[in-house]
């Protein structure tokens, strides 16, 4: 049905920079808010941004002036442009989308789908 793919996570030393990308495809009507969270070994899977469907955006504030989550509704993508990046970056990335699509049977869905995931790591 619907799925969301990511790439480009990777290891990269402290100060450098990273960029993810998230496609959607699928039988897709529209997607509202899409973004990235991340989850840290030991830790709890946390918002990294957000960008609704007219662009309104939000970041956690430990990524703010680094991180920046650029959209294109035209090829269902979202990105994150991930630059000065920290050892505390360090985690899996994963991509999400509110989506509205159509199920097996032409009926309509709303979903909340999930990327596969993708690791980064930042260490010198």
């Known amino acids: 049905q619907v799925q969301l793919v990511e790439s480009g996570g990777g290891l990269v030393q402290p100060g450098g920079s990273l960029r993810l990308s998230c496609a959607a495809s699928?039988?897709?009507?529209?997607?509202?808010?899409m973004g990235w969270y991340r989850q840290a070994p030991g830790k709890e899977r946390e918002l990294v941004a957000t960008?609704?469907?007219?662009?309104?955006?939000k970041y956690t504030d430990s990524v703010k002036g680094r991180f920046t989550i650029p959209r294109d509704n035209a090829k269902n993508t979202v990105s994150l442009q991930m630059d000065s990046l920290k050892p505390e970056d360090t985690a899996v990335y994963y991509c999400?989308?509110?989506?509205?699509?159509?199920?097996?049977?032409?009926?309509?869905?709303?979903?909340?789908?999930w990327g596969q995931g993708t690791q980064v790591t930042v260490s010198s």
């Open positions: 699928g039988r897709i009507l529209r997607i509202d808010d």
């Open positions: 960008i609704s469907s007219d662009g309104s955006i």
């Open positions: 999400h989308a509110n989506i509205l699509a159509i199920g097996p049977s032409d009926e309509y869905i709303v979903l909340k789908s």
